[in-house]
């Protein structure tokens, strides 16, 4: 069975996703900010984006995302609402004047900043001081993290790309971190696994946001047992890897528990052949990668798809951080070396 990528087919298809997504996925354009951020993600993973991407067009994305961009005024009410939208789904924001319409969120921030980053912009104008504010407004008395104003939403996802934002704009004082990692301690349950909050089920994605936290914020230590959640994360290989107990196989996986055990330096117990002959199957004859075999595609299952296929065939591809979704080359030049793969 072939274990090689179809590169220049994931290429056009990242490609294709950028300039539209097809009528089906209308109701996530609200999230648009996320799938600009994975598209990027996939063609820097394949050593791809400066010959899909002219200088012109990376020009565009990065007027588009920061036209996104929620700054701060000054007012109290107003700050936890700073950071970047995920998407234009309103029109311009200077023109919206109902403001949870308008509001930034953080994980629409976190993914912001990333398409950024891999566009090659500087963040010269990205208002930083407002974006560490928001989230000071934004953290729990629990340690957890809401994603905007006015929801009762909370859980690691929002730890992480909170943590996310503060590592790459090099800023922590808008994060308690001891509270931070409180609550993610409180979600480790005793089979290793860790959970959206605490007494529930191990989750897959979740092990990679609280793992991915403690990473960037140093405290891979906090960790109850650290070789027990190793241990739960490498049982979730089959051919690939499930997200939970008694599930099937799904591509997104690759990366969320994938690389959570790059993080806790089990890449050697990793079965890369068949993890890798997997994401092959899930592969489909346009271009992209599906949650299962012969389904059709999606961004965020082709993009983290072909990352986890990197962490299991490193050469051949940019090396690309578990922690950030950036090459480790521009994690390295940004000197955040909690971001750096573990050796």
Not at 42 to 54: F, I
Not at 161 to 166: F, G, L, M, T
Request: charged share 20%; net charge negative; with cysteine.
């Amino acid at each position: 069975m072939a274990t090689q990528l179809a590169v220049d087919s994931h290429a056009r298809y990242f490609r294709i996703c950028l300039s539209g997504l097809p009528h089906q996925m209308t109701s996530l354009d609200a999230a648009r900010m996320t799938f600009v951020q994975l598209c990027l993600v996939g063609l820097t993973a394949l050593g791809k984006l400066d010959e899909v991407c002219s200088a012109e067009e990376k020009k565009q994305m990065i007027e588009w995302i920061y036209g996104q961009q929620v700054l701060g005024d000054g007012a109290e009410l107003s700050t936890a609402y700073c950071g970047f939208r995920g998407g234009s789904l309103f029109g311009p924001h200077d023109l919206v004047d109902y403001v949870p319409a308008n509001s930034a969120n953080v994980a629409g921030t976190y993914s912001a900043l990333c398409a950024l980053l891999l566009l090659g912009d500087d963040l010269s104008r990205v208002d930083r001081p407002a974006i560490v504010e928001a989230l000071r407004c934004l953290q729990q008395d629990s340690g957890c993290f809401a994603p905007h104003p006015g929801t009762t939403e909370r859980d690691p996802r929002f730890i992480y790309c909170a943590c996310a934002i503060s590592a790459i704009l090099d800023d922590w004082s808008g994060v308690d971190k001891d509270a931070a990692v409180k609550y993610i301690v409180s979600c480790c349950n005793p089979d290793g696994g860790m959970t959206q909050a605490p007494f529930q089920e191990s989750h897959g994605g979740h092990l990679y946001c609280c793992v991915a936290s403690l990473a960037l914020m140093g405290r891979l230590d906090a960790i109850p047992d650290r070789q027990r959640t190793l241990q739960w994360a490498l049982q979730r290989q089959s051919c690939g890897y499930q997200g939970r107990v008694n599930k099937p196989a799904d591509s997104c996986y690759s990366f969320w528990v994938g690389a959570a055990v790059e993080l806790l330096g089990g890449h050697d117990l990793v079965d890369a052949a068949s993890v890798s002959a997997f994401l092959v199957q899930c592969e489909t004859r346009f271009g992209g990668i599906a949650k299962f075999p012969d389904e059709f595609p999606d961004p965020l299952h082709a993009a983290l798809g072909v990352v986890g296929f990197t962490f299991c065939n490193p050469d051949g591809f940019p090396r690309m951080s578990p922690t950030l979704l950036l090459p480790e080359s521009l994690v390295e030049s940004l000197n955040i070396k909690a971001a750096r793969r573990s050796k």
